[in-house]
Each structure stands twice: as structure tokens, then as C-alpha cells.
């Protein structure tokens, strides 16, 4: 949330910053600096805004299930850095479906993966599956 409160965009600063994709030098109380556009930051406004906006509750229907059902991963990755394993099942959970939920941090430049690997040999393939059903992505804390 940008505070625009007392921020004059102004001709006559001395030394202005050269901002960068589309920002613009604004002076406040005296001093000059860039005001990036949203998910952008930095001093000449080239560098991404990874501060997490908020946390969300990514809630989902799972069924796992036989000897072989291999594993279900949530991960998360920013921009192009390496993924973050967030949760994991592996093998049968249950029999049926379930509920499972976590909670994620998120920026404008997350991405939320969910992966799944098959379990066994190749000749067993057939012995459990992993399915995933009604995916929902809630602003706030996951509720038990």
C-alpha cells in the first residue's frame, strides 16, 4: 500500500535519480527519490518487490491411495530462484479422498507448483494413483 500523503513530484530537485520503468522522482520533505510502480523497488526502481503480500490458505482434495501411489508435493518459487518444498504425502494416505491444507506466504511473483511423481517400478504403475481434485487459493490463514 503506497502512502502518497506529502509526496510532490518535482521539477526543481538538484540531483533527481534517473528512475527506471516507469517510475517517477517524487521529493518528500525535501528529498528527491523514485516512486517505483507496484511490484518494483529499489532506488532507480529495477529491482522486484519480493515483500510478501499477505498469507493465503491453499486448500485442495486429495486421494492417494494403493501401494504404489508415489508422492504429491506443494512447492513455491520467487521469479526464477530455486523452488521452496512448502508440504509432501508420500505413499497411501487413506482410503478415499481428503482435505488437505497449507498455508503460504505469497508476493506478486510467486508461482505454486503442485507436483506429482509416480511410486514403484514401471511394471507397478498401475498398483496406487494420485489424484487431486477442487483446488481453492484463500487470502488469509487456513481454519481447521
Known amino acids: 500500500m503506497n502512502n502518497y500523503e506529502n509526496i510532490n513530484i518535482s521539477d526543481d530537485c538538484t540531483n533527481p535519480p534517473v528512475c527506471q520503468n516507469e517510475g517517477f522522482v517524487k521529493q518528500v520533505n525535501g528529498n528527491c527519490s523514485c516512486q517505483c510502480v507496484e511490484g518494483l523497488t529499489g532506488p532507480d526502481c529495477t529491482q522486484l518487490d519480493t515483500s510478501p503480500i499477505g498469507t493465503y490458505c491453499l486448500s485442495l482434495s486429495i486421494h ?3 501401494k504404489e501411489s508415489g508422492s504429491l508435493s506443494i512447492l513455491t518459487q520467487e521469479g526464477t530462484e530455486n523452488t521452496v518444498l512448502q508440504t509432501q504425502y508420500s505413499g497411501e494416505q487413506t482410503v478415499g479422498w481428503f482435505r488437505a491444507s497449507t498455508e503460504i506466504d505469497l508476493t506478486p511473483f510467486t508461482k505454486i507448483m503442485i507436483k506429482a511423481v509416480r511410486g514403484g517400478k ?3 504403475h498401475d498398483k496406487g494413483d494420485v489424484a487431486i481434485d ?3 487459493l484463500k487470502f488469509g490463514p487456513c481454519s481447521n
Open 64 to 66: 492417494m491411495e494403493g
Open 122 to 124: 514401471k511394471e507397478e
Open 134 to 136: 477442487n483446488v481453492e
